[in-house]
């Protein structure tokens, strides 16, 4: 999780909140954080299962907000990122204004941090320009896997149902920008990356994980969709389909991804 590195960066003296709504997500970075001393309260880490949509933070009192592999699964991201503006320090290009909060958060994967000390710590990267709080946060190309779109093209074949793509819309370079700009942020950068993952799983378990995936999409709860035995003829349709395209990426027994990835950075002026 990236609130680990962010709690090393900040230290005894700032503070991150590493918030998801998986127990089992926060149990493995529990574990982790325990092992380094960085679990409050006699380190910096507070983690917490909630719902981002639903987290609430002080105007202006977070200096960096950082979202990992995570905002796709919110399901308004203009709402998301101009709530995330208004929790973060204002001060950056343009304007003179500064805080020193020792409070700091994180959502959903996506960790807050801050410290009167070390601002922003471990989050800035490649953001630019002024100090203002530091938004960072990744976004990928749509579909996320080709087997992602395989679900959603059946869906739209067999039932009539038309899903957005929960990528889509943060799902280029100029998106991202405009997404950016549209929520109050300067000093944007966006930067694309494509790396192969290549966590090892069989052709069998990427599928099963896959659909998983797909079934209890925000944006398309086929429980509420469908009925069971429609889910379960579309899950058949789907296995053959996805087993066919995931086994052209099986690179020594296990399935490689290639996810196009947009890391996107701003401040708050
Ligand atoms: C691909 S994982 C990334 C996990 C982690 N941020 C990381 O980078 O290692 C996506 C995470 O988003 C979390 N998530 C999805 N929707 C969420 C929501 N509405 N609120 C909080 N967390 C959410 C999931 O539980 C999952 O752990």
New binding site residues.
């Given amino acids: ?2 609130a680990l590195p962010l709690a090393r960066a900040v230290g005894r003296g700032g503070r991150v909140v590493g ?4 127990r089992g ?1 926060l149990a493995v970075a529990a574990a982790k954080a325990a092992a380094e001393g960085l679990l409050a309260p006699g380190g910096p880490l507070e983690l917490v299962e ?4 639903a987290a609430s933070f002080p105007h202006g009192s977070l200096d960096a907000i950082t979202c ?3 905002l796709p ?2 399901t308004d991201t203009p709402r998301t990122l101009a709530t995330w503006h208004s929790w973060l320090r204002p001060g950056g290009a343009g304007s003179s204004s500064r805080s020193s909060s020792s409070s700091s958060s994180s ?3 996506c960790s807050c941090s801050s410290s009167s000390s070390s601002r922003g710590a471990g989050a800035g990267g490649g953001a630019g320009g002024g100090d203002g709080g530091l938004l960072a946060f990744n976004a990928f190309a749509a579909p996320n896997s080709p087997e992602f779109g395989i679900f959603l093209r059946l869906l739209a074949d067999r039932h009539g149902i038309e899903v957005e793509d929960p990528c889509e819309r943060l799902g280029s370079e100029e998106r991202c920008a405009a997404a950016m700009a549209a929520a109050g942020f300067v000093d944007v950068q966006v930067v694309r990356e494509e790396f192969d993952d290549t966590r090892p799983r069989s052709l069998e378990a990427f599928v099963d994980s896959w659909w998983r995936q797909c079934a209890c999409s ?1 944006f398309a709860p086929l429980d509420a969709l469908l009925s069971p035995e429609q889910v379960e003829a579309l899950r058949a349709e789907w296995v053959v389909l996805a087993t066919a395209s995931a086994a052209q990426r099986l690179v020594g027994g296990s399935v490689v991804n290639r996810p196009v990835t947009f890391v996107v950075t701003g401040r708050r002026p």
């Fill in positions: 999780m990236v918030l998801d709504l998986s997500m909630q719902d981002a949509d990992s592999a995570a699964f919110l959502t959903s994967g925000p």
